[in-house]
């Protein structure tokens, strides 16, 4: 079996890609850190308004005037179903079975079949709640302070524990939270520079299956009590849960090119992680189950090391006359690094069903191949000052998927290129306090996946790895919506 799972909660922490959806803006990144962004469909970088700036350009900080605080909120409903599912086991070589009577039941092969189970389901939690909080501190005339604590990260997906993809996987969920202490120094009236240091907690899950069954003679189910064999007759999975700090940092200028233009740079490094932590396996109280204790599927450290992908923002703002401003961003992200992923067991397993070629060795990790490219996100928005305390907010983008093609696409990960559909305001509640809202709809492209547990080979017999070496393919149907209210207070 092979736990790619935890390999994909950490993707999904490589951005490690919370948010109940495979993430809402491309790969695994969340989508959106901010309640005044979220409005424009995070066009609005060079605006620097309030202390969310922080992270989408921290040289603006140098814009806001005392103390500063944002609280954001954002409740998101995510779709994410799968269906039109199928999956088959391969060919299996099992061993010769002695029987108590001293006969010998001889070596032979579970041929290859389709696998029985839910084809079809939803993903994803109904609605989720995730948080984000900032603080500015202006120090004199020139320097500011801040920190932000945010969520860059987050995805959750599960399968019906009988889903014909169990093999493949079956759950996972990742939580990702930053602390982001930075500093900005106004050089002069028009050029503004930012530092931050990012230190990144994540935790993750994740659950996948195991075919014990298909190492042992189906023969046998009537001539011994509870032996189990057979493609699917024995079932075992593992249950993983591991934790990292990582630490990285992020950069912002920013140009005053007169009162009402302005234009930005902001970029944010990639986090190496070593995500630790324990694969607890649970097998069938068949002999075919017990067996596979033997084997090395017992429970064991597992560890997966990721970088994370830096992006790169170029954004503008133009206060076009007293009532009307618009904006842009384009963003760069580098998802070139996730090409592939290794997960590595403290404790080997043996793989004597993999293939003939492989029978009696043993293989310590699980490799994935997903061969994701560099990606773009163009967004463009507007704000309208509709009254003094009313100004109103909106925005579209269109976010790339980093996903080459299905044979590339995670069955946890079910991405695709994507639009955002943004409207909002901000209200002015006095001089000092304000309150942003927004709505975004995200629409997701259809897409299709074929998976398979081959790590990164061709064919069940190509590599030697920890798995149940499967084949499936299923058809994705995703969107999400995105409510958002945001608390401003100026000290």
Known sequence: MKLNTLSLSIMTMGALAGASLTAHASGYHFGTQSVSAQATANASAAEATDATTLFYNPAGMTRLQGTNFSGALNLVAPSVKYNNASASYPTQPYAAQPLPNGATVPAGLNRAAAISGSTSGKLTDDLLAVPHMYLTHQLNDRVTVGVGIYVPFASET???????????????????????????????????LAVGVIAQHAEASLRQYANFGGSANPALNSLLPGVGGGHGNSDGYAE????????????????????????????????????????????????????????????????????????????????????????????????????????????????????SNFAG???????????WKDTWKVAVGATYQYSAPLQLRFGVAYDQSPVPDEQHRLSTMPDNDRIWLSFGGKYDLNKNSSINAAYSYIYIKNSKAQVNGYCGGSTAGAVNCVSSYTNGQADYKSHAHILGVQYNYQF
């Open 158 to 192: 599960e399968y019906q524990r009988d889903s014909v993809l169990r093999y493949n996987v079956n759950q996972t969920s990742l939580t990702t939270i930053d602390i982001n202490p930075t500093v900005a120094f106004k050089l002069n009236d028009q050029h503004s």
């Open 240 to 355: 993983v849960e591991g934790k990292d700090w990582g630490f990285g940092f992020n950069l912002g200028w920013m140009w005053e090119i007169d009162p009402s233009t302005r234009v930005g740079l902001s970029y944010r490094s990639a986090i190496k992680h070593s995500l630790k932590g324990t694969a607890d396996w649970t097998t069938p109280a068949t002999l075919a189950g017990q067996a596979a204790a033997s084997r090395g599927y017992i429970d064991s450290d597992a560890r997966v090391d990721i970088k994370t992908p830096e992006s790169l923002s170029v954004h503008g703002f133009k206060q076009l006359d007293s009532k009307w401003a618009v904006m842009g961003d384009v963003t760069w992200t580098r998802h070139s690094r996730f090409d592939s992923l290794s997960i590595n067991y403290s404790q080997p397993k043996s793989a004597p069903y993999s293939a």
């Open 361 to 371: 060795q043993t293989a310590d990790k699980t490799t994935l191949v997903p061969d």
